[in-house]
């Protein structure tokens, strides 16, 4: 009995110690993402995106001769779990570094907690104004939703050149922001806000409002939205018989999108941050590298969080010392050219880059245009 | 270390918030499927205040006023509607307040209240306000198992006619375990706010109100003890399952359908069960 | 005209309500239980729906099998997870119903994937115009007639057969059935294969709909047919018909008149309140 204990605890002690031995020298940078709940799809894309970036980082020779390593937990995009996790990632995992691949509530409980420690984190689709409002230490990667509802004004007023557009928003953060940068440009561009209408991430069936927006008769209708709301939008709009553009954003962004919406999602056009048609090689190395790990191609939020990893890594390599600090100052400082486009950030840790907009042709998103009227898409800065 | 008191607190919280909901459900008798409602209210109320700069132990009093204020409400409501219906008007209450919270930019809307301040003396400061209040709530709900009041509260759960009967004032009764029950939930939703330090309207949906109302049940309903320990191990179940990533939530949920399924009377039925084996050895 | 489409719409949303809420009263006015994992039962349903269909198999076929085999799910449901809590308070086996809920629904993740699944062609998405400029596909309008269909055959059955005979019976009162030689175990087998039958059709026939399902698409139907049963003034049948329609039309309504006030669901619990402080034991009621 005492013989079989031994050798079992030897084992278990192997086992343990192992990973340890091999990650000896390595770098810890924390991750959380939804990984079990409602948010699963949209938290398992992100964590494949970010391992995807630290084995690319990884076989070029890690960080200084140093191997980059996630440790990844599951916040149910939950604040009131990712929060706690937040304190054990930066306490006892050690982490130099963390990441988000979450929603805006955990990332902002989350942010609050790096801050207070000192400890650099990058969020990498959360769209919550206030995430990068916790403090120097908190950064985004992506656009804040008023930054693409503007860009989403001046596609359909100036671009594409319909001035009656309805608008059905999504009841969250992101709707709701989106909707206000797209109001706030809207006059600029000529645009007449015909109706508004509202529906809750819950939502698959939409006929009532269908029918209403039919009744309006509009040039576009500029719906935000998930794949999975603005797949069965798209599909009720047309079976209704409403031929006009359809201009999402961002959260579109999906091949499940197309598979959902099927034919109807021919000449959707969307504002988001991955150009498929991009001739940079990062962008291409992602898209093919993706789809060869995930078995599936790739979408927004796998982008955001392989942007989000090389954004670090790169920090990470030119930070002056291991020190927090150093790093902070490397992130903010950051230049870098990655799967979502060239990087950098403002005074407040926003992403400043161009918005890449895409279209639905024979089944694929494709290169539609891209916006990179600095002005136009200025985050905010305080 | 402030890892374990994190986890603490959100274990305090917890407590305090199922044995709120305990008094309601477990010792009056009352289904409520709506209780995150008042954890919300009392989250909102408490946040708005300590951002203009009043100190939390202040900021939850008028955070428990609050929500009990509205927990008579619901109390007037569950003297018309009974059982069922009851349970599902209170899960109205729930959706209600979600509802409304969201449309209010003066509550920060759909974008929530972020940047609440930490308290005095910080993560450790707050458990030990979290630990009072919970020791407080404990010992309240001890004393009125004990007093003439728990005595009524049990015979209306038993059975309302029956204890009308008795010239017991069932809807006096009814109301002081509401008003009591979401004062409770109130504190509990002020220490939370500055736990987390952000809220929004989907952290007090109905998901919320099913999640305590499991802590009850599979404690024991109107076991003091037995809820206690659910909801400390509910709290942080999550937490604790990190490892089995995929399968975390399907543990979750199939924990507490076998705990019900094979051990019906949950936490405190068990360790009854086992005590009186030993008794009989 | 617009006020016609409205109604319309509603209506079709109504019969989805009514189909899943059905399941739910006739499982209440058996055992006075709260169902909540009968939603998991509507996802499955919806899930063998669009995999048959997908491997090349007719929508009739794909909604009867999954028909069937959510029918006989169900009776395990309640030989399993119902019928040994019968005797205890209706909370543990509420609490339990929900435990089982959470579990399926990540079991769905696990096996289906978390991204869902969609038909590769969809049937029946015909349009048909109905009047002038007013479009219905196909599928919403075979929701609103099969619904009617199942319903109005249920309803034959209760009233004329023996077995509606004795299932009615053992609603009103299961001990004085028995005594009159009713198998009421029997009875509650039927009822639970009825009931969980009628949410695969839904299921499937939401899918046909969003041409999206999901492991979560019963969140939502498992608190709102709840609301619905109880709008109906519980165990009642016809009641829980008339509140799935009602709730579908208010809230057709509601989405464009108050959505800026108010959330769907804040505008359906509003009414469900109001309709149970004046008339508490719901819309409609025996009694």
Request: aromatic share 8%; charged share 20%.
């Given at each position: 009995m005492t013989k079989i204990f031994k050798s079992l605890s030897f084992a278990v002690f192997m086992a343990l110690s192992l990973p340890f031995a091999a990650?000896?020298?390595?770098?810890?940078?924390?991750?959380?993402?939804?990984?079990?709940?409602?948010?699963?799809?949209?938290?398992?894309?992100?964590?494949?995106?970010?391992?995807?970036?630290?084995?690319?980082?990884?076989?070029?020779?890690?960080?200084?001769?140093?191997?980059?390593?996630?440790?990844?937990?599951?916040?149910?995009?939950?604040?009131?779990?990712?929060?706690?996790?937040?304190?054990?990632?930066?306490?006892?995992?050690?982490?130099?570094?963390?990441?988000?691949?979450?929603?805006?509530?955990?990332?902002?409980?989350?942010?609050?907690?790096?801050?207070?420690?000192?400890?650099?984190?990058?969020?990498?689709?959360?769209?919550?104004?206030?995430?990068?409002?916790?403090?120097?230490?908190?950064?985004?990667?992506?656009?804040?939703?008023?930054?693409?509802?503007?860009?989403?004004?001046?596609?359909?007023?100036?671009?594409?050149?319909?001035?009656?557009?309805?608008?059905?928003?999504?009841?969250?953060?992101?709707?709701?922001?989106?909707?206000?940068?797209?109001?706030?440009?809207?006059?600029?561009?000529?645009?007449?806000?015909?109706?508004?209408?509202?529906?809750?991430?819950?939502?698959?069936?939409?006929?009532?409002?269908?029918?209403?927006?039919?009744?309006?008769?509009?040039?576009?209708?500029?719906?935000?939205?998930?794949?999975?709301?603005?797949?069965?939008?798209?599909?009720?709009?047309?079976?209704?018989?409403?031929?006009?553009?359809?201009?999402?954003?961002?959260?579109?962004?999906?091949?499940?999108?197309?598979?959902?919406?099927?034919?109807?999602?021919?000449?959707?056009?969307?504002?988001?941050?991955?150009?498929?048609?991009?001739?940079?090689?990062?962008?291409?190395?992602?898209?093919?590298?993706?789809?060869?790990?995930?078995?599936?191609?790739?979408?927004?939020?796998?982008?955001?969080?392989?942007?989000?990893?090389?954004?670090?890594?790169?920090?990470?390599?030119?930070?002056?010392?291991?020190?927090?600090?150093?790093?902070?100052?490397?992130?903010?400082?950051?230049?870098?050219?990655?799967?979502?486009?060239?990087?950098?950030?403002?005074?407040?840790?926003?992403?400043?880059?161009?918005?890449?907009?895409?279209?639905?042709?024979?089944?694929?998103?494709?290169?539609?245009?891209?916006?990179?009227?600095?002005?136009?898409?200025?985050?905010?800065?305080? | 270390m402030s890892y374990e008191i994190a986890v603490l607190t959100s274990m305090s919280i917890a407590i305090l918030f199922a044995l709120s909901l305990n008094l309601i459900t477990g010792f009056c008798g009352q289904v409520s499927l709506g209780h995150a409602a008042f954890y919300g209210i009392g989250a909102y109320v408490a946040a708005m205040l300590t951002k203009a700069d009043l100190a939390l132990p202040i900021a939850l009093i008028p955070a428990a006023v609050m929500a009990g204020l509205v927990g008579v409400l619901v109390g007037i409501a569950s003297l018309r509607v009974r059982h069922d219906f009851l349970a599902i008007t209170t899960m109205g209450v729930g959706f209600l307040f979600v509802g409304i919270v969201r449309k209010q930019d003066a509550l920060g809307g759909e974008i929530g209240i972020s940047g609440i301040p930490s308290v005095a003396f910080g993560r450790p400061g707050l458990l030990l306000l979290a630990l009072v209040c919970m020791v407080l709530f404990i010992l309240l709900s001890i004393y009125i198992r004990r007093s003439w009041l728990g005595f009524a509260f049990e015979s209306i759960s038993d059975d309302e006619d029956t204890a009308r009967t008795f010239g017991i004032d069932v809807s006096k009764f009814k109301l002081l375990a509401f008003v009591v029950g979401t004062a409770g939930a109130g504190i509990a939703g002020g220490l939370y706010a500055h736990h987390i330090r952000f809220i929004g309207p989907d952290s007090f949906g109905f998901v919320e109100s099913i999640t305590v109302l499991a802590m009850v049940i599979v404690g024991g309903i109107g076991s003091i003890a037995g809820v206690a320990v659910a909801a400390a191990v509910l709290a942080t179940l999550p937490l604790w399952l990190q490892f089995v990533d995929d399968y975390k939530l399907l543990i979750y949920g199939s924990l507490i359908f076998i705990t019900m399924r094979f051990a019906p009377t949950g936490i405190a039925g068990i360790v009854h069960t086992l005590w009186q084996k030993r008794q009989a050895k | 005209m617009l006020a016609i489409e409205l109604v319309i719409q509603g209506i079709v949303q109504g019969a989805i309500y009514a189909l899943i809420a059905l399941g739910l009263v006739l499982v209440y006015g058996l055992l006075r239980i709260l169902h909540v994992a009968h939603a998991a039962l509507y996802t499955l349903g919806a899930y063998i729906g669009v995999i048959i269909v997908n491997q090349g198999g007719h929508i009739i076929f794909a909604t009867a099998v999954a028909m069937v085999a959510v029918g006989f799910v169900g009776i395990g449901v309640y030989r399993f997870a119902y019928k040994p809590l019968l005797d205890k308070p209706p909370l543990i086996a509420l609490i339990a119903s929900i435990g089982l809920f959470i579990a399926a629904e990540e079991i769905y993740r696990i096996i289906f994937g978390a991204y869902g699944m969609s038909f590769a062609q969809p049937p029946l998405q015909q349009q048909i115009e109905l009047f002038k400029g007013f479009h219905l596909s196909t599928a919403r309008i075979s929701v609103v007639i099969l619904s009617i269909l199942f319903i109005g055959v249920l309803g034959w059955l209760a009233a004329s057969t023996r077995t509606g005979i004795a299932w009615r019976a053992t609603v009103s009162d299961a001990g004085m059935a028995a005594s009159f030689g009713v198998n009421i175990e029997k009875v509650r087998y039927i009822n639970f294969f009825i009931g969980s039958a009628l949410a695969a059709l839904a299921g499937v026939m939401v899918a046909l709909l969003n041409n999206l399902v999901e492991p979560t698409m019963g969140a939502v139907p498992a608190y709102k047919a709840l609301a619905i049963i109880v709008l109906g003034g519980l165990g009642s049948v016809r009641g829980t018909l008339v509140a799935s329609i009602a709730l579908g039309i208010i809230e057709s309504f509601g989405t464009i008149y108050l959505g800026h006030v108010m959330d769907r669901d804040a505008i359906a619990f509003t009414f469900l309140i109001i309709v149970l402080m004046i008339r508490p034991q719901g819309l409609l009621t025996r009694r």
């Open positions: 990650f000896a020298d390595s770098i810890k940078i924390g991750f959380n993402a939804p990984l079990t709940g409602f948010a699963a799809a949209d938290g398992n894309s992100a964590r494949v995106g970010a391992e995807l970036a630290v084995e690319q980082v990884n076989s070029a020779g890690g960080i200084g001769g140093k191997q980059l390593e996630l440790v990844i937990y599951d916040d149910q995009a939950s604040p009131k779990e990712s929060a706690p996790l937040a304190v054990k990632l930066i306490t006892q995992d050690n982490v130099a570094a963390g990441i988000s691949g979450s929603y805006s509530g955990a990332t902002r409980a989350a942010a609050t907690i790096y801050q207070e420690s000192n400890v650099p984190y990058i969020s990498a689709y959360a769209v919550h104004p206030d995430i990068t409002r916790a403090g120097d230490y908190v950064f985004r990667t992506s656009f804040v939703g008023e930054v693409q509802g503007r860009a989403g004004a001046k596609l359909i007023g100036e671009m594409m050149g319909h001035k009656r557009v309805v608008m059905i928003t999504l009841n969250n953060d992101f709707g709701k922001s989106l909707a206000n940068g797209f109001k706030e440009k809207a006059g600029d561009f000529g645009i007449e806000i015909v109706n508004e209408y509202e529906y809750s991430i819950k939502d698959r069936e939409f006929g009532a409002i269908v029918s209403k927006a039919k009744s309006d008769e509009p040039g576009a209708i500029y719906a935000s939205g998930y794949f999975f709301t603005a797949g069965p939008l798209v599909r009720q709009l047309r079976a209704a018989g409403i031929e006009v553009p359809v201009i999402g954003q961002e959260g579109y962004d999906s091949q499940k999108f197309i598979e959902i919406a099927g034919p109807d999602a021919e000449g959707v056009i969307i504002t988001t941050s991955l150009d498929r048609d991009s001739a940079d090689a990062v962008t291409q190395d992602f898209i093919s590298g993706f789809e060869a790990k995930a078995g599936y191609p790739s979408d927004m939020v796998a982008a955001s969080a392989h942007t989000a990893v090389l954004v670090m890594a790169d920090a990470l390599a030119r930070a002056a010392d291991e020190s927090a600090a150093a790093l902070r100052e490397a992130i903010a400082g950051a230049s870098v050219m990655a799967s979502t486009g060239q990087i950098s950030f403002n005074a407040l840790g926003e992403v400043q880059k161009d918005v890449q907009i895409q279209i639905v042709k024979d089944g694929n998103w494709r290169h539609y245009a891209v916006i990179s009227d600095t002005e136009l898409l200025a985050p905010p800065a305080e | - | -």
